[in-house]
């Protein structure tokens, strides 16, 4: 009988302790997740900024080599040119980097300390780190936009501006979550001076409508047929 009731006791027991971890694993795990997706963010955006800041200061692109202005004979811009080959170019190279610093190893495990988990200002930083992973890399994908900004009398700021979208699998304890970072930075700009462009060659920044859906970001007013 005795035996019987040691073994109730612990069967109890365990089953209290079982409930008690399913219990606080449901509790946590949004708020992990929710710190995990934060903490990826963080890590792919500073991924993204290296990858784009190391591939322009090589110097090999700049306005120029991107985009070329058409002049009429009065020396007014009449059209934008973009340079498909090179642009293109650009874009398959930073698709390349980005997922290269993605896949280092400092972006590839990230840890929470338990207290920022708990929420107390005093535990914050403290306490044993939980320890995420970004498992793979599902997709990098890297737009351009052409954007027309007016800047002063009779000046037009043209800017070119890479769109890069990371989607990554993010294991953490117990659960495998997705997490996707878009972010815009401007590569290269020029300020038009004179007559507003009523005109612009058509821009496809990819073999998909994506591309050119997002270089004609904006341009609404300048989308008029040459």
Do not use: H
Not at 61 to 85: P, R
Not at 132 to 158: C, D, P
Request: glycine content about 6%; hydrophobic content about 45%; some cysteine.
């Amino acid at each position: 009988v005795r035996r019987n009731r040691i073994l109730i006791i612990i069967t109890a027991v365990l089953l209290l302790l079982l409930s008690a971890f399913i219990f606080v694993t449901i509790k946590i795990r949004p708020i992990v997740i929710g710190m995990a997706s934060s903490a990826v963010k963080n890590a792919i955006t500073i991924a993204i900024n290296e990858a784009i800041t190391e591939k322009m200061s090589s110097g090999k692109y700049d306005y120029e080599s991107l985009i070329k202005l058409e002049k009429d004979e009065t020396g007014t811009v009449s059209a934008i040119v973009a340079n498909m080959v090179t642009i293109n170019k650009l874009k398959a190279e930073i698709t390349e980097m980005i997922t290269k610093k993605v896949q280092e190893a400092k972006t590839s495990e990230i840890g929470i300390p338990m207290g920022n988990i708990i929420g107390t200002s005093f535990l914050s930083g403290r306490g044993p780190l939980i320890k995420l992973r970004i498992i793979s890399v599902s997709s990098t994908k890297t737009a351009f936009i052409n954007s027309f900004t007016a800047s002063g009398i009779n000046q037009t700021r043209n800017q070119i501006i890479v769109q890069p979208t990371v989607t990554v699998s993010v294991l953490v304890p117990g659960a495998l979550t997705s997490v996707t970072v878009e972010s815009q930075i401007i590569i290269a700009e020029c300020v038009i001076v004179g007559k507003v462009p009523g005109s612009y060659t058509y821009f496809e920044s990819g073999s998909t409508a994506e591309g050119s859906d997002n270089w004609d970001t904006n341009l609404e007013k300048y989308d008029i047929i040459t």
